[in-house]
């Protein structure tokens, strides 16, 4: 079981996606998996995460839901969480590599 659950939901913002992949994976805690809740995209946002969770296929998880609005993917994201902790990352968001080590 992970320590933490990374919930990640996003709408259209396979832009921003690279660069959050980048900050998750410089995390120094790397017990954590991370669910991409897609509400809905309509761009480029599965092959994306397709690509990101071919490197750590354990700990990426995707769910696409027809659009519900962020919230309602947080909900989604928080049915499906295994970790004890819980971290929201929003899709423009980075972290720098402390991040979850100082959370947790």
């Known amino acids: 079981m992970p320590r933490v659950s990374i919930i ?22 790397t017990d954590w998996e991370l669910i991409v809740v897609d509400d809905g995209s309509t761009d480029d ?3 994306l995460v397709d690509g990101f969770a071919a490197a750590f ?36 968001d980075v972290w720098l590599g402390h991040h979850l080590t100082d959370c947790v």
Do not use: C, E, M
Not at 8 to 29: C, D, E, H, V, W
Not at 66 to 78: E, I, V
């Open 8 to 29: 990640l939901p996003t709408y259209n913002r396979s832009k921003f996606l690279p660069q959050a992949f980048s900050s998750i994976r410089s995390q120094t805690l």
């Open 57 to 92: 296929p354990d700990q990426v998880h995707y769910v696409h839901q027809t659009n519900q609005g962020a919230y309602a993917a947080r909900n989604t994201g928080l049915d499906r969480a295994r970790a004890p902790y819980i971290a929201f990352f929003d899709s423009d």
């Open 45 to 47: 946002t599965r092959s």
